[in-house]
């Protein structure tokens, strides 16, 4: 008994309230008895009174056994808790009942039931018996009453993927212990229930004592994270030097963190509130996570898809080149063939250079036009070698006649000038401002721009190498923007990256827990890898381009007169700031997928709105390349955008008076939009304008009932204009939480509404679609279709809590390694990659077509 004393002295003198009373430990009575594992004691302290119970359990080395502790206080007593001391070999668990946790603003919540497992000190011997001891004191004078229980925990060691079911409360947590078979270096800790609230806690903690199982200290080691209905951990066997691990299970005092309602609470009084029980049924099941093997192949299938498109590209490059060979061929072939008996050969000045006879209206047309300008008669000239072929002339005639206006522009400049400055020019000095190609007769802009019917030749007026260069600026802005954007948001990746793995705390990021595969420090490598797809294939785009305007170069270089005079005016820079853009939204895409979380969600939508943004400008720029916005301009509206939606996120939530503001700054903006497309820029914002507009109602409307000069241009607005009354109503009534998607809908909706608009337009002005494109458009429709199922399977969400978020996590769909939101990144990548295509062939058919024959709309 003696030898009993003076440890348990020491022992309460550290214990917090015991060290205040040393005299009195002499007159305490201490009672000791043997106790037995599953027998009820029901016994009584008080303040003169000390119970010791004394257990003794053999231990294997190759056997764990947990232990468990239950006690239940049956009188009251708030103020004068028990205080229970469990000590046994290398580890001490002390805890009071009742026990009091806190929650949130210091909220105290008293529970009379507690029961806590106790873990099992290590054994280098087959077998040892131990014993360990649970002392029971209180300062109460009165006597308390207890119940204390001591059981072995069955099925205390899981199972490799096999399910155990458990119950669990704040003041009674769980965990059970998991150790790695022979060939498995990774597992996934899958926790399960059926019923969302009482909110819990899941943490996955190393083989140590004592275990952190309280709500108050569960965060303080190991991995955890909030759960409602599910939750999933990935643990990989380097971490854990024993090569074993604790689940462990708590019970939250409060539903906050998982979303649920704050409970009433007397605040009034500084009384804990008795919680009653708040118990939770949980099943948990440990499966072995993917190997080694699955990520190569997962890798090597990424690689296959996307490059595959490097080889099929590569494909059709060849058989063009070929056919063009051929063609060569077939064409040499016939300059070599006798002449007939005019002295002719049998083909056409059509045929020989490629164009087919010229088609179109005749509006704008100069009706004795029969001069060609010096620079293009030197330019025609300069393109073939056909010496004693007569019937040049002729053609030279036909194009006089076939009213090509705009080469008339030139007609005061001298032969010198002309034969002596070389096609391409250095743009070094060239700046728009410093002249203007427009000739003082017939070129005011005010006159060209509202005639009602335009044509490309009235909008490329202005000096190639001008528009080159003020095009160009798109791709070095946006290049200049995509490397000061994506350093900071790398940087704060890693960090981000850094907390979790350094911390444990995987509420922080918003991850497919159940798909969410780790590589080195990356804890969702599988979402990054998806996104490969975006940088290649923008990659991929950006030599496209590359490969047209070599082409293009060298056609100006030669005097090409098709390339000079026909089809759509080739303005390259918008197509490398789509590519770079692409490119972009891949890089930012994975670094968001890095730590998907509330404060970094505009790093996976940024480019988005820059991709919408300018597929738009490039659009509008194919019949309209002399009044497209400037590079300044157009990234200034972006950013604009780009604010907005942080500013939504922020602050939209619930928030009526920011959805007001938006929805007006919205119909504002589609207002003054309407404006400028419907009058092609000529017209002014300023203090005259409601005269302006009071006029134009008056003279149209009153006085006379005269319908739209534009009708094309008014029909395409008018529908504009209520879809996007529609979307700024829509906004405004139900304030989605999704702010940033809400915004992203809109510039999608009013990119479809403007390329069907360009489509429709194309087929009524008597243009054609070629196979490519039409064979683009289909293929691309059908894969942003499936795109868009998967991206609406919303595996996460960051607008609310993670354990709410984790409701809506899936399992691998693909190759065990890629989930429903990697397919989207897939398809959506090749979506976008197919639309840029579209951009890009659209208007081929029109390559052999005068630009005075194309229409504008």
Known sequence: MLALELPLVLLLLAVPGAGAFPEALAAKNISQKEAEFDKNYTDFVNSELLNIYTFNHTVMRNR????????????????TPLLFVVRQKEAVVSFQVPLILRGLFQRKYLYQNVSRTLCQPPTKSESEMQFFYVDVSTL?????????????????????????????????????????????????????????????????????????DLDNNVAFIGMYQTMTKKAAITVQKKDFPSNSFYVVVVVKTEDEACGGPLPYYPLTKDEPVDQGSRQKALDVMVSPAITSEVYVSAMLFCLGIFLSFYLLTLLIACCETWRQQKKRKRLLAAMDTPTTDTGHPRITPDSLLGHPPYHGYSYGSLENSSTLSTEGTTESMGSTDISGYTGLDHF????ASSQMRHLCIAMERSLENVTSRPRLDSLSSVE????????????????????????????????????????????????TIAVFYALPVVQLVI?????????????????????????????????????????????????????????????????????LECGIPKHFGLFYAMGTALMMEGLLSACYHVCPNYTNFQFDTSFMYM????????????????INASAYSAYACLAIVIFFSVIGVVFGKGNMMFWIFFSIIHIIATLLLSTQLYYMGRWKFDSGIPRRIVHMLYTD????????????????????????????????????????????????????????????????????????????????????????????????????????????????????????HDIWHFLSSIAMFGSFLVLLTLDDDLDCIQRDKIYVF
């Open 64 to 79: 764990t056994e947990g232990v468990r502790v239950t006690v239940n206080v049956l009188s009251e007593q708030k103020k």
């Open 140 to 212: 109460s004078a009165r006597n308390a009453s207890y119940q204390l229980q001591v059981t072995r925990v069955e099925n205390f060691v899981l199972r490799t993927s096999e399910q155990f079911s458990f119950n669990a409360t704040a003041a009674q947590p769980q965990y059970f212990k998991y150790v790695f078979p022979e060939g498995v270096d990774s597992v996934i800790v899958k926790v399960t229930s059926r019923m969302a609230f009482p909110c819990s806690v899941i943490s996955v903690q190393d083989i140590l004592c004592p275990v952190y």
């Open 396 to 399: 030279k005639r036909r194009i």
């Open 432 to 479: 728009e401002d410093d002249y203007d190609t427009l000739a003082d007769i017939d070129s005011d802009k005010n006159v060209i721009r509202t005639k009602q019917y335009l044509y490309v030749a009235d909008l490329a007026r202005k000096d190639k190498r001008v528009l080159r260069k003020k095009y160009q600026i798109y791709f070095w802005n946006i290049a």
């Open 495 to 563: 960090t981000y990256q850094t907390v979790v793995n350094v911390t444990g705390n995987q509420d922080i990021c918003y991850y497919n827990f159940l798909c969410a595969h780790p590589l080195g420090n990356l804890s969702a490598f599988n979402n990054i890898l998806s996104n490969l797809g975006y940088v290649l294939l923008g990659l991929l785009f950006l030599l496209i381009i590359l490969q047209r305007e070599i082409n293009y170069n060298r056609a100006l270089m030669r005097n090409d007169m098709q390339a």
């Open 611 to 626: 991709i919408a943004g300018l597929c738009m400008l490039k659009l509008y720029q194919k019949r309209h390349p002399d």
């Open 701 to 820: 409307c009153i006085r006379q009932c005269s319908g739209p000069m534009y009708v094309d241009r008014m029909v395409l607005l008018v529908m504009g204009n209520i879809i996007n009354w529609s979307l700024a109503a829509y906004g405004l009534i139900v304030q989605p939480n999704d702010f940033a998607s809400y915004l992203l809908a809109i510039g999608i909706c009013n990119l479809l509404l403007y390329f069907a608009f360009y489509i429709i337009m194309k087929l009524r002005s008597g243009e054609c679609i070629k196979l490519i494109p039409l064979l683009c458009i289909i293929f691309t429709s059908v894969v942003w279709g499936f795109a868009l199922f998967f991206f609406f399977q919303g595996l996460s969400t960051w607008q609310k809590t993670p354990a709410e978020s984790r409701q809506h996590n899936r399992d691998c769909i693909l190759l065990s390694f890629f989930d429903d």
